[in-house]
């Protein structure tokens, strides 16, 4: 019953933003369409509901073959692979936008754990893959909202894409099995609010000071994660 209000309510609530979004992702779509290299999206094979691949949506942010250059599927600070149109795309998350078709199709929910490439899914532990596929992966989630900035930590780190795998990438899968064991439409309702409130106000929200039951960060991310934690 609660997979099926869920459903419903992702249709719902994706609908409904596409439609109120419309007057903003024309004018998106036409500027990446004649800005940049011309591209207007950008498909990418993600793990989805019981480990199966699936094609996320979003505007196309970033030059051509960009996994195959520089820092490969990780984006650092000021990345010289993002666009100029895509820069302002990102910062605002307007570039996730498209994936309320992936919503609408059944490939993700509004909110789930955040679906991954096949190389980093595969840096999951087995036992949490086990219990993460399970559900469908989401446009925003709890490992989502924690690793928002993600960049930024990436800039103060000495190997990025190091930190990425061996660090950050473990920590996101005990998140995203923390969200599956406590899945209820109230969490769900929740983490929709959480996310509006992060996007508009990155500062004004500390999610471990909310979730006191979040397995608490490996020390490495300690500095980055709980710096505003009273």
Avoid: C, H
Avoid at 42 to 69: C, V, W
């Amino acid at each position: 019953m609660q997979d099926k209000l869920i459903r419903f309510f992702d249709i719902l609530f994706s609908g409904i933003a596409l439609i109120v979004l419309l007057p903003l992702l024309i004018p998106v779509m036409i500027i990446l369409r004649f800005t940049g290299e011309g591209e207007v999206f950008y498909l990418q094979e993600r793990i989805g509901k019981d480990g199966k691949p699936f094609k996320l949506i979003k505007f196309a942010t970033m030059l051509k073959n960009s996994t195959n250059i520089g820092s490969g599927e990780i984006t650092l600070a000021n990345d010289p692979r993002v666009l100029p149109f895509g820069r302002i795309l990102r910062k605002t998350k307007i570039n996730e936008l498209p994936q309320l078709i992936n919503i609408l199709k059944g490939d993700i929910s509004i909110i789930g754990w955040r679906p991954q490439t096949k190389k980093y899914y595969d840096l999951f532990l087995e036992k949490d893959k086990n219990i993460i596929e399970t559900i469908r992966p989401g446009l925003s989630g709890i490992g989502s909202i924690v690793f928002r900035d993600e960049e930024s930590i990436f800039a103060k780190v000495d190997n990025p894409i190091e930190f990425d795998e061996k660090i950050i990438t473990p920590y996101k899968g005990k998140l995203e099995v923390w969200y599956v064991k406590n899945r209820n439409i109230k969490i769900y309702f929740e983490l929709i609010f959480i996310t509006i409130i992060v996007v508009l106000f990155p500062d004004k929200f500390n999610v471990f000071e909310y979730y006191k039951t979040l397995p608490q960060p490996p020390k490495e991310l300690e500095k980055f994660l709980l710096k505003d934690r009273k």
